[in-house]
């Protein structure tokens, strides 16, 4: 198990690079889509833009991705994994509109780029509404500021979960200039299945080819419709679905485990054991969380609903090679409250690693011998 930090666009530092270094971090994973801007990051739905305007992006060079991954190592870390496609690159995808072969095509052609940059595993989230629906507040100890979903006396305002989307945004961003009174989005759950299905039997292979690891996030919220469109994987069960479509070692999961405990029903930690036996673990967001769907809300990393130690035994049962990272967490009241909440995260989840083996016996290890 590895220990990794996720830094956003603006946030690729060679000031970062030190701070995930001396925090205990081995590797990064880079977000080159600039939601979340500025030095101390306070991430939430956005107002009517979402996450921002993502209509300039132009798609990631080869030159880009080798910069990157030349510049982490220099400040003696490795490049783990890039998280999210930008949504200029691949709209039509996930929308089924008329420039879907185009971006098809040039995605292929960054996967492959970043094959040959040295860049392991490229997250990414197939959905139309994206992560949508959060709200600040006070939710983790000691009233720190994290991110809640169907808080009831949320402060601020609430984003409407069935808020239509406008035309010209997809995934929470906007990609191009909407056109007065054209149709909000929609899409039914057989048509996002398909769209997905033939986006990964057409990408996959290029992949395998490059070396370069496809990991799906799950739907954060994990609601069955939001916003007027159907969402994919919110139930972990959804997840063996999507790598039953095409079975291929590139064919992965960026496995967010307060998504997947956000989801209703289910055994969280028979589920972890089932995707880090099956190898198709890219990398982990390792984040804690309090509640279910419709109502849930982000804890520092020891005091949600999952016993985090109980799942680094079972990686560590699973022989589980790969990188975790906090992800988002919430903000310490400081001068610097998003690099404390890092830091908190990392000393913990760097601790659990060190002494994984003496963490004694896995519970659900227990529950499978039981099962004999
Ligand atoms: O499910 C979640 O809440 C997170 O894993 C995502 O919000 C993720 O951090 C963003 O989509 C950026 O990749």
């Known amino acids: 198990m590895k220990i990794g930090l996720g830094l956003y666009r603006e946030q690729l530092t060679p000031d970062n690079y030190r701070f995930a270094l001396q925090s ?8 080159l889509t600039n939601y979340f801007a500025g030095k101390d990051p306070k991430i939430d739905s956005g107002d009517n833009g979402g996450w921002g305007d993502c209509s300039t992006d132009r798609l990631w060079t080869y030159e880009e991705l080798s910069a990157l991954v030349q510049d982490v190592r220099s400040a003696g870390l490795e490049l783990a994994a890039i998280e999210n496609f930008s949504p200029r690159f691949w709209h039509d995808i996930l929308l089924d509109g008329p ?8 995605l292929k052609q960054l996967i492959r780029d970043a094959g040959r940059a040295g860049v392991p595993c490229i997250g990414y989230n197939f959905s139309l509404a994206g992560v949508y629906g959060w709200t600040r507040g006070p939710y983790a100890r000691g009233g720190a500021e994290s991110v809640g979903f169907g808080v009831e006396d949320a402060p601020g305002a609430v984003p409407d979960p069935d808020a239509p989307i406008p035309d010209g945004m997809v995934w929470n961003m906007r990609y191009r200039r909407g056109v007065p009174g054209a149709k909000p989005i929609s899409v039914t759950h057989a048509e996002i ?3 997905l299905s033939r986006f990964l039997k057409e990408v996959v292979p290029v992949a395998e080819e490059a070396g370069v690891m ?3 996030h799950p739907d954060d919220p994990p609601a069955d419709v939001l916003r007027g469109t159907a969402r994919l994987v919110n139930r972990p069960e959804k997840y063996d679905r ?7 070692p590139s064919n992965g999961l960026e496995l967010c485990l307060g998504s997947l ?4 029903g289910g055994d969280i930690y028979e589920h972890v054991r089932r995707f880090a036996r099956s190898g198709r673990i890219g990398y982990i967001h390792f984040r804690n969380v309090r509640g279910k769907m419709p109502r849930y809300v982000e804890t520092f990393v020891d005091e949600g609903d999952i016993d985090m130690a109980e799942i ?6 699973e022989n589980y090679q790969g990188v975790m990272i906090p992800d988002h967490t919430p903000a310490m009241t400081c001068a610097a409250s998003w690099h404390a ?7 913990y989840m760097r601790a659990l690693v060190q002494n994984a083996h003496a963490l004694g016996p896995s519970r659900s290890l227990v529950h499978d011998m039981a099962a004999e």
């Open 24 to 31: 205990g971090a081995t590797h990064v994973v880079a977000h």
């Open 99 to 106: 420039e879907r072969g185009a971006q098809i095509e040039a």
């Open 193 to 195: 299945w398909d769209r």
């Open 214 to 216: 496809l990991g799906a």
């Open 242 to 248: 999507l790598m039953s479509i095409i079975d291929s």
């Open 261 to 264: 405990q956000e989801m209703p």
């Open 312 to 317: 680094v035994r079972i990686l560590r049962d």
């Open 341 to 347: 909440g890092k830091a908190f995260a990392l000393g």
